[in-house]
């Protein structure tokens, strides 16, 4: 850990998960942590012995190394539907994102999808990195939105690829703003990352994370 993934206080970020997480659940949990060498990767696995989608308790983190640096993979986050909108997950994120900045790790990816999570990861900055993705979206915009609706959904698309022809930053962000993009969205499935060396992307994110 001192070698690998310098700074990174594990203990502080586990037990921030503990304090929060726990009291919102009565069902056993399971604690796990994974850790090989080669390549460095570390595992945070918090999961309760839910049998019901609402009852689920779950936090699932991985730090992989590699040359270009650590990245963190947000594999899964959700907590039980009683106690979700009580801003609980922001205050996990807000010592995680501290943690992420102590060991300089490069990037956070995320498969946008479950859980309506391709809203939630959309608000929180992440950027679509596959167009084809995108363009998934935007079709299912344009099926379900009015002509006047959907006219700045596709300013944005456009605006976005004639500037950056084949970009892998979309701003999902932008899309997220809009009222009624908020259902589709929610009903996307996307893959996105927010690039933490990227001043824009990072800000979103910090935004998001520290807005009360």
Same mark, same amino acid.
């Given at each position: 850990?001192?070698?690998?993934?310098?700074?990174?206080?594990?203990?502080?970020?586990?037990?921030?998960?503990?304090?929060?997480?726990?009291?919102?659940?009565?069902?056993?949990?399971?604690?796990?942590?994974?850790?090989?060498?080669?390549?460095?990767?570390?595992?945070?696995?918090?999961?309760?012995?839910?049998?019901?989608?609402?009852?689920?308790?779950?936090?699932?983190?991985?730090?992989?190394?590699?040359?270009?640096?650590?990245?963190v993979n947000h594999s899964y986050c959700v907590i039980p539907e009683t106690h979700q909108k009580k801003g609980l997950v922001k205050k996990?994120?807000?010592?995680?994102?501290?943690?992420?900045?102590?060991?300089?790790?490069?990037?956070?990816?995320?498969?946008?999808?479950?859980?309506?999570?391709?809203?939630?990861?959309?608000? $929180? !900055?992440? =950027?679509?990195?596959?167009?084809? @993705?995108?363009?998934?979206?935007?079709? &299912?915009?344009?099926? #379900?939105?009015?002509?006047?609706?959907?006219?700045?959904?596709?300013?944005?698309?456009?605006?976005?690829?004639?500037?950056?022809?084949?970009?892998?930053?979309?701003?999902?962000?932008?899309?997220?703003?809009?009222?009624?993009?908020?259902?589709?969205?929610?009903?996307?499935?996307? $893959? !996105?990352? =927010?690039?933490?060396?990227?001043? @824009?992307?990072?800000?979103?994110?910090? &935004?998001?994370?520290? #807005?009360?």
């Amino acid at each position: 850990m001192k070698t690998e993934f310098q700074n990174f206080n594990l203990v502080k970020l586990l037990e921030e998960v503990e304090t929060t997480f726990t009291p919102t659940t009565s069902l056993a949990i399971t604690r796990t942590i994974y850790y090989q060498d080669k390549p460095p990767k570390l595992r945070i696995l918090y999961i309760n012995d839910y049998t019901k989608d609402e009852e689920a308790l779950i936090f699932d983190r991985e730090f992989v190394k590699s040359v270009k640096g650590v990245e963190v993979n947000h594999s899964y986050c959700v907590i039980p539907e009683t106690h979700q909108k009580k801003g609980l997950v922001k205050k996990v994120f807000q010592v995680s994102l501290q943690e992420y900045v102590n060991m300089g790790a490069k990037k956070i990816n995320v498969h946008a999808g479950l859980s309506g999570g391709g809203h939630v990861w959309a608000r $929180h !900055g992440f =950027v679509a990195v596959d167009p084809a @993705e995108v363009k998934v979206i935007l079709d &299912e915009a344009k099926r #379900r939105l009015k002509t006047a609706e959907f006219a700045p959904v596709k300013h944005i698309f456009d605006k976005y690829y004639t500037d950056y022809p084949g970009g892998k930053a979309f701003p999902m962000i932008l899309w997220a703003k809009i009222d009624f993009m908020k259902e589709i969205l929610r009903g996307s499935d996307w $893959h !996105g990352e =927010v690039d933490l060396k990227n001043k @824009e992307q990072f800000t979103n994110f910090m &935004e998001y994370v520290f #807005r009360k």
